[in-house]
């Protein structure tokens, strides 16, 4: 028995000493990270767009499209809007992206993804019952920053082509929201946001750590789960996306199904991504309060014990590693 525990105690130092080794180059590699020239990819881009913590996203709203669910008025705040995030990679810069398309947009845009080097990660509906019929195609990319805002510069370039118009240049409607937000607030633990009549909560996943081709995925570059609200404390609809790992999809759509919130798509919009992610789009009808109760059933599904656990057992490995390699 005491052998086996040498055994295994010098196993567990190699282990962590190669890790140090690994923590090592994973720390040198970080060093080499640039940071973006926002303002020459602005030139590039040619359109102003905002910034956290040295990342940049660029959106276009999709004013020109009248979507109508369910009697409900679909505007871009309430899902839809194209936008590319941009964050400094270890090959430069990574984008990820979201581009709303009509059936008629898809081919043609999707051609001019490949042509400028990009990558389509996913293709998938946020609605159902929704006339016009829009899609939403997920794009990445890697390489020299200025060379994917160029490449982005031209999809949008291409979705006005096809359209015949600028999407942001058309008309911006809002509409109506009545809904007692406080009430929201408090059911969800999340402070939302009031733009244009819809009121949209954005929840974060810290207890992840997400990466895509060695590059942290963080909440701006859509790494998050949302709703986004309207209408009348009687009569709202709710819109939008849980970001789920693995072992969270069943009991998630388990949840909402069971509080009378339809889950309308399952996908992933990633390729590469580190831990596994999958994404679900869901719409809800009915009374604001028992959505939001529905709406955090459903959220009280992620990062449940397990997951802590892994965590908790990840930052005792974290804390020995750094010993370990504090004394190396």
């Not at 590699?29 to 940071?35: F, I």
């Not at 020109?64 to 936008?83: H, K, Q, T």
């Not at 006339?131 to 291409?158: C, D, N, R, S």
């Amino acid at each position: 028995m005491k052998n086996l525990k040498m055994v295994v105690t010098f196993f567990l130092f190699f282990v962590l000493i190669d890790a140090c080794n690994d923590r090592s180059n994973r720390n040198s590699t970080e060093k080499k990270l640039t940071a973006l020239d926002i303002s020459k990819m602005e030139h590039v881009l040619g359109m102003k767009g905002v910034t956290k913590e040295g990342e940049y996203k660029v959106t276009v709203a999709q004013n020109d499209l009248n979507v109508v669910v369910d009697s409900f008025r679909i505007i871009p705040p309430m899902g839809l809007g194209s936008w590319a995030a941009f964050t400094s990679a270890p090959d430069g810069a990574m984008v990820m992206g979201d581009i709303v398309v009509t059936e008629t947009d898809l081919k043609r845009v999707q051609v001019e993804v490949i042509r400028q080097g990009l990558t389509v990660t996913a293709i998938h509906n946020h609605f159902l019952r929704d006339t016009p019929h829009v899609l939403y195609m997920h794009i990445g990319g890697m390489g020299p920053a200025e060379k994917l805002a160029a490449a982005v510069k031209a999809v949008f370039e291409k979705v006005k082509e096809v359209r015949g118009m600028n999407p942001g240049d058309g008309k911006k409607d809002s509409v109506q929201n009545t809904l007692n937000t406080q009430i929201l607030d408090n059911i969800l633990g999340s402070k939302g946001e009031l733009s244009r009549g819809v009121y949209k909560h954005t929840i974060g996943r810290p207890d992840v750590k997400l990466k895509d081709h060695n590059t942290v995925v963080s909440t701006f570059l859509g790494f998050n789960t949302w709703a986004a609200w309207q209408g009348t404390p009687e009569r709202a609809a709710v819109a939008g996306d849980f970001a789920m790992l693995e072992n969270e999809v069943s009991s998630v759509i388990k949840a909402l199904v069971e509080n009378g919130i339809e889950v309308v798509a399952v996908h992933n919009h990633m390729v590469h991504e580190v831990p596994r992610i999958f994404f679900l789009h869901y719409w809800g009808v009915g009374p604001a309060e028992k959505l939001a109760r529905g709406l955090k059933a459903a959220l009280d599904q992620t990062g449940k014990s397990e997951e802590k656990t892994n965590a908790s057992l990840g930052a005792v490995l974290s804390n020995v590693e750094e010993t370990i390699c504090g004394l190396k």
